[in-house]
């Protein structure tokens, strides 16, 4: 077996290939693309998967290309989607494309003089050139419509089994746009191999046939699963559903990192094996290490330094670590205010002057700052012990003292575990 595909095998990460495409990876370099869609201006980890994937290729001495949508993503793929997407202005996608293109440049070896250095191409270069008669003719008569219609992807829309009834003639033609992608970088690049999700398969294989009918040329395919996590639910999306962005100005460090940190163990076994580079045998010594004592939790904690240091930096993934550290101690007497605001990033928050908050006390503060609703609320819940001001329990005697402050600035009120809202002091 190609040793490429069998690092994705014992990875969990091969789903199909068409026939010839291990021979091919051995008999030479070989060029292969993997798709970006420019829907916003940060990938999420959804697509860490295929950044991997591009890097693990390139480390067993082929060239990587990561093409980024510009021209696709003015149409949007229907590939397992149950609805139609909305279309961005050209000005936004191009601004998405340019930050796309400066977050692959960090995950690939683009530098140096080496036959297999990575590529970014972007399909608008090429496709803005092409009239729409120029494609019909050039293009379009290559591929029947009843291929194109037996794809899963087409099928399933049409048939109402993706959940909407039908697909417009824009998306019918993205497989064909997509095709063209791969027949002008054969022609133009020679890239021999295209790469992607599992949903990709009809689209991927439109383009070798393509090639086949209009270069009388050989081309191939390979894809990898669709991740979800072991109980099946999607990969990616946090409990409220939004996005784990790479984009640290988008999703902190911390955040990102507590992410893979809060990995179940059946999550955290195979996402060590799909996320980090660690080899087989160092893999399979932790997943037993863990299984002997589960509650160390050393599995998840290696495989959130290991994907922090790889989408940021040691010194984030550090910082994330110091930061834990400091918010399930007792106390947060250390934490600095840069700290604090990247682990409350997103938490309820409202200003109030210094002046008004010094000798406030706990009951007027919970309800005036409307963490809770009035005072006879706020008096329950202390009543309770479920009040704590910086992750100290208080009583109804408890008024604000400057020392209280975190980093002067800053304090963080907790009903129970869960609840949190953060008093910033101005």
């Keep these: 077996m190609n040793s490429f ?126 009239s729409f008669l120029d494609f019909a003719k050039n293009v379009g008569k290559n591929i029947t419509v009843n291929y194109m219609m037996a794809k899963d992807s087409v099928k399933k829309r049409l048939s109402g089994e993706a959940g909407v009834d039908g697909m417009s003639f824009t998306e019918f033609t993205y497989q064909l746009i997509q095709g063209y992608d791969f027949l002008h970088l054969y022609q133009n690049n020679g890239v021999k191999l295209q790469m992607g999700g599992s949903d990709q398969w009809g689209n991927i294989t439109t383009g070798t046939e393509l090639i086949r009918r209009k270069a009388q040329g050989t081309a191939f395919a390979l894809t990898v699963p669709l991740i979800t996590k072991a109980d099946g639910s999607k990969f990616g999306k946090s409990e409220s559903g939004e996005n784990y962005w790479l984009d640290k100005k988008k999703t902190s460090p911390y955040k990102f990192y507590q992410f893979w940190l809060n990995a179940t163990d059946s999550d955290a076994e195979r996402f060590i094996k799909f996320y980090t580079f660690l080899g087989q045998e160092e893999i399979e010594s932790l997943i037993a290490e863990h299984q002997t004592d589960p509650g ?93 001001v910086n992750k100290q329990k208080v009583n109804s005697t408890f008024a604000i003292n400057e020392t209280d402050l975190v980093d002067s600035q800053f304090l963080l009120l907790q009903k129970g575990k869960r609840e949190q809202f953060i008093v910033k002091v101005i």
């Design 5 to 130: 595909i069998e690092e994705l095998k014992w990875r969990g990460l091969f789903s199909d290939m068409m026939p010839g495409t291990d021979e091919q990876l051995d008999k030479e370099m070989t060029t292969a693309y993997i798709g970006f869609d420019p829907t916003a201006d940060s990938l999420h980890i959804g697509s860490l998967i295929q950044i991997k994937i591009l890097a693990h290729f390139q480390q067993h001495g082929h060239k990587p290309i990561a093409l980024v949508g510009g021209a696709t993503g003015m149409i949007g793929d229907p590939s397992g989607k149950s609805a139609e997407r909305n279309l961005l202005d050209e000005e936004t996608l191009l601004h998405y494309v340019d930050c796309l293109k400066n977050q692959l440049s960090r995950f690939l070896n683009f530098e140096g003089n080496e036959t297999n250095k990575a590529e970014l191409v972007n399909n608008y270069d090429w496709m803005k050139q092409i």
């Design 296 to 388: 160390d939790r050393k599995l998840q904690k290696k495989l959130a330094e290991e994907v922090t240091v790889w989408v940021h930096s040691r010194e984030d993934y550090e910082r994330s670590l110091r930061a834990s550290e400091i918010l399930f101690s007792k106390g947060m007497e250390n934490m600095t205010s840069e700290i604090f605001t990247e682990i409350f990033d997103g938490v309820p928050n409202k200003e109030i002057p210094k002046s008004q908050i010094i000798g406030l006390n706990i009951v007027d503060l919970l309800s005036e700052s409307g963490f809770l609703k009035s005072k006879s609320e706020a008096q329950r819940q202390i009543k309770g012990n479920a009040i704590s």
